[in-house]
């Protein structure tokens, strides 16, 4: 009774929608929809400068004799009389390029996306547990990206120790122009984006937990939710470990403590703190830094299991095994982090523990590149996008995880570490692994956003030159990562071993200029398709889903009328005996006798009392509202 | 120029992406293809996929034979052998995997291709697989974390006694170098005690200090185990000696060590690269600055013989700078000079 007045309620309510103003729909809205697409189109803007800077330090890296006289209008005294980039603002490219794109774009622009406009039209909800607090997730994330923007125009520069800021470096002004002001700020955007994760993470994982559809168990989860609802629960237990780390060194910065600092003499004086450990910051860091690798890839590796079924039209292999090994990495992931620090001065004795811990957590990931073939194996390829960056997405996390088991190795790590070959690694298992899962979420979802289709030819030309691309600019990192070249190297002549690729490094420029200059072609493709693309049929994909069972254009609350019960598990593709090559979640097993396996014949008993019981309860409903 | 360049390349690309664009999009309406799966462009992204599997496989083995020598940097002390070999053979276990599952996948994308006629087959899940590339990936890591680990062990296993110590501190932007002297024992350093003569610190009221000396260059003989004691007097910098395959974080506030017994001297290795010039270097790999890419210092290797001589001729703090000593107490302070007129 309780369940039909709710609903009924919110269809009247529903009506009462169409007086939104611009302000509430486009702006302040609380629609989980609209702040999914907010939390993209900032994603993309963050996309380009981030991807900017780095090929400004690409220039610097591949073509050192160039002169970026023409960076001047862009960059100021940044570019000396020579026409050559400062070696602090060299530093702080790196910085914000890192931050930049594993926060602002991998974890704000994935996640975000992707978990709010999913989770409830997944489940078949009719929006967000608290959409007010969705909507101040959003906001504390424009105030933080507002903060970092602004960062980047400081005279003394943004912060430039590294994207994981360590301190001493982070913590002295007197060591690096950028940890002045620059460093301030990008604590204050962090704390603001930390308070924007945790209200999303919350708000993800109680509306997952709580309001599933009729029908919609655990177990018929798309994989999509589950790798969404995971990430947040990593979000939420290790963000906060991040603010503490942030918290620390805010107080050494600003009130004299000594939690990170000890025995320093800078700038010809000899600093007061004593007792402190450079190392516990590391280790703070580094236990939501690592999480947070699980962070931007969980959600991509979601998004992919789903485009690959779809677009294989068969179900994805091993659905439990892809589940239990998403809550393996899930659970490994908090207790691998020290392998960042192998070389950093700590026991060697945790070192070993870490790697042993390392790796097992390649276990499920193998397990799921395994299942991905096995889904491929005799399926139906359709080459949308999508699937294309899909499969794309498992070549370069094959290519990046592999090399993760050398670097997870404590006595090889002695001499990866810090060079390119680890730059190499994280930015294919990491980096594009997640890049290609948010971009393969746009092409497959943009219908569903904005009611109109992507260019495919276009879409198919992005995905080559992207993917050619990313191996053009990353594989060779590989070899110079194994001839010992070091990260965050203004220039590598200063060194005989290191006094050699120049070709090679300039052919990685070459590529990354190329591969993102090829980045238009989505960005040209997103927003012209978004008013002048086809218009999309209400199920392009021939999709088992949720999400594609709404109107073309669903309004504030998603369904028009009830939220649709849902009887199967999402992903009964090519079923032998059905006659389409796809049935959708809402499609009762009693109306698909041809199709059903044996166990499911037991269901569709309890299945028919469960629609009778309904039935009732919808009459008594209705002669109710009648009298 | 450059710049010019690229924004040349960058306008006619986009222009004629436009085109193709209108064009095709032009073409799809007057066809009316968009209803149709199977079209040429599936059945050309198919084809693609092949074309990168081959095209990317003859690139990289092609690569990878012709610069061999070249990525690979000579290695010169005892346990880099090691490590390179668990290198070349989680290389060549991975390589394997690589090339396997890239196969596989590129395979299947061109091999399963939509067609019309067919049907994909319903094939949700078998255990008896999923146990298999568990267990099978789990042995194989075991077996490679095992003999890292027992690598790693040794590797970081305390220093032999009779090892020769050398401690190298860090700084923005350069390493110094500090020798024990005849007792093999540092003298006693603090962070307060840094001015202008004394970069290091060191506290010369520890009597060990007194025939402690500087170097411009890390001199080590060969075949005989070297320690390592690290450590930085202002931001985390990091010890990398590339052809030792040593890296150590220098630390503020923490001293760090790292052992090894370098295999080869300079000159060997000059005759073995047929290089003049080569020089074994120090570098940083922890960014610390605006200078982080220049720290540089040069290790010697020597054969042990001669390692004693340089030893022996090279003076001592007090005895570069007696200026050092005269704030020491008087009996602290004799002892200083008797040790200075010793070693004249």
């Known amino acids: ?627 | 120029m450059y710049g010019l360049l690229i924004a040349i390349g960058i306008v006619l690309l986009l222009s004629v992406l436009w085109m193709v664009y209108r064009i095709q999009a032009l073409i799809s309406v007057a066809k009316g293809s968009s209803k149709k799966i199977a079209t040429t462009s599936n059945k050309v992204n198919a084809i693609l996929l092949m074309v990168f599997l081959i095209g990317g496989c003859i690139l990289m083995f092609w690569y990878s034979i012709k610069e061999f020598d070249n990525y690979q940097l000579p290695v010169a002390s005892e346990h880099g052998v090691i490590t390179d070999q668990l290198f070349w053979v989680t290389m060549a276990v991975t390589g394997f995997i690589f090339v396997l599952t890239h196969i596989l996948l590129f395979w299947f994308g061109y091999r399963y291709q939509y067609d019309d006629n067919k049907r994909a087959s319903y094939y949700p899940d078998n255990n008896k697989l999923e146990v298999i590339w568990t267990l099978v990936p789990a042995v194989v890591l075991t077996v490679l974390v095992f003999t890292g680990w027992r690598a790693w062990k040794d590797i970081t296993a305390p220093a032999p006694e009779d090892a020769h110590v050398v401690e190298i501190m860090g700084y923005q932007f350069a390493w110094e170098i500090r020798y024990p002297g005849k007792d093999n024992i540092l003298g006693d350093y603090d962070y307060r005690l840094i001015n202008a003569t004394n970069s290091r610190g060191v506290d010369f009221s520890d009597k060990n200090s007194f025939d402690d000396f500087p170097a411009q260059q890390v001199v080590i003989p060969k075949g005989e185990p070297v320690l390592f004691k690290i450590r930085a007097r202002d931001v985390l910098h990091s010890v990398f000696a590339p052809h030792m395959r040593l890296k150590m974080d220098a630390v503020p506030g923490m001293p760090t060590r790292f052992w090894f017994v370098p295999t080869k001297t300079t000159t060997e290795m000059r005759a073995e690269l047929g290089d003049d010039e080569f020089e074994y270097e120090i570098a940083c790999t922890e960014v610390c600055g605006r200078g982080h890419f220049s720290m540089r210092r040069v290790i010697t290797v020597v054969e042990p013989e001669e390692y004693r001589k340089w030893v022996s001729e090279q003076e001592s703090f007090i005895q570069r700078n007696p200026d050092l000593i005269s704030d020491l107490p008087s009996d602290l302070k004799e002892l200083a000079e008797i040790h200075i007129n010793e070693s004249k």
């Open chain 1, 1 to 627: 009774m309780a369940v039909a007045n709710v609903s009924s309620h919110d269809v009247e309510h529903h009506e009462h929608e169409h007086h939104d103003s611009f302000i509430t729909k486009y702006i302040f809205s609380t629609d989980h929809k609209m702040i999914g697409k907010q939390f993209l189109v900032t994603g993309i803007f963050w996309a380009l400068i981030g991807g900017f800077l780095s090929i400004v330090f690409r220039l610097q890296l591949g073509f050192p004799d160039m002169n970026l006289e023409f960076l001047r209008p862009i960059f100021g005294g940044w570019i000396d009389e020579t026409g050559k980039l400062d070696p602090n603002f060299y530093l702080a490219l790196v910085t914000m390029h890192g931050t930049i794109m594993v926060f602002f774009v991998l974890t704000a622009g994935l996640s975000g996306t992707f978990s709010n406009f999913l989770i409830p039209l997944q489940i078949g909800a009719r929006d967000m547990a608290s959409g007010f607090m969705n909507m101040l997730s959003y906001w504390f994330f424009f105030l933080s990206s507002v903060i970092m923007f602004t960062s980047l125009f400081l005279e003394k520069g943004p912060a430039g120790g590294g994207w994981v800021v360590y301190p001493p470096l982070s913590a002295l002004e007197q060591a690096i122009p950028g940890s002045g002001l620059g460093m301030t700020l990008w604590l204050i955007a962090m704390t603001c984006f930390i308070a924007s994760s945790l209200l999303g993470g919350i708000n993800y994982i109680t509306t997952v937990i709580n309001l599933r559809t009729k029908g919609m168990s655990f177990a018929r989860l798309p994989l999509t939710i589950w790798s969404f609802f995971l990430t947040a629960i990593i979000g939420l237990l290790s963000f906060p470990v991040l603010f503490s780390a942030a918290l620390l060194l805010v107080f050494d910065r600003s009130f004299g403590t000594s939690f990170y600092l000890s025995d320093i003499y800078i700038g010809g004086e000899a600093l007061p703190n004593t007792g402190g450990s450079a190392v516990l910051y590391q280790h703070l860091f580094w236990f939501l830094g690592h999480p947070e690798v699980y962070i931007v890839l969980l959600p991509a590796l979601g998004i992919t299991s789903e485009i690959i079924a779809t677009n294989s039209r068969k179900p994805i292999f091993g659905y439990k095994a892809m589940v239990i090994s998403m809550l393996g990495i899930t659970i490994l992931s908090f207790v691998v982090w020290a392998h960042h620090m192998f070389v950093s001065g700590m026991n060697p004795f945790l070192g070993s523990i870490f790697m042993f811990l390392t790796l097992i957590i390649a276990v499920p990931s193998a397990v799921k590149v395994f299942n991905y073939l096995t889904t491929l194996w005799r399926g139906n390829l359709r080459f949308t996008p999508a699937m294309l960056f899909s499969i794309g997405l498992v070549s370069v996390f094959i290519s990046g995880g592999l090399t993760g088991i050398f670097l997870g190795n404590s006595a090889i790590d002695i001499q990866l570490h810090d060079t390119y070959f680890v730059v190499a690694h994280f930015h294919l298992v990491m980096g594009s692994a997640s890049f290609f899962g948010l971009v393969a979420g746009v092409y497959h979802w943009f219908p569903k956003m904005f009611g109109r289709m992507m260019d495919e030819k276009l879409g198919h030309i992005h995905f080559w030159i992207t993917f050619v691309g990313i191996y053009m600019v990353f594989f060779p990192m590989h070899y110079i990562g194994i001839a010992g070249f070091p990260r965050r190297y203004y220039t590598w002549t200063e060194f005989s071993f290191s006094d050699m690729y120049t070709d090679l490094n300039m052919f990685v420029s070459a590529a990354a200029i190329i591969t993102f200059a090829g980045q238009m072609i989505i960005v040209f493709n997103f927003f012209y398709s978004m008013f002048f693309g086809r218009k999309a049929s209400l199920n392009p994909w021939k999709s088992n889903t949720l999400e594609w069972t709404t109107p073309l254009h669903p309004q504030h609350g998603n369904w028009p009328g009830e939220i649709p019960t849902v009887y199967r598990w999402p992903y009964d593709y090519s079923k032998p005996g059905s006659k389409e090559d796809f049935i959708p979640q809402t499609v009762p097993l009693s109306a698909t006798p041809e199709s059903n396996l044996p166990h499911e014949e037991k269901l569709v008993n309890l299945e028919k009392e469960i629609i009778a019981e309904e039935g009732q309860i919808l009459v008594a409903n209705e002669s109710k509202e009648e009298s």
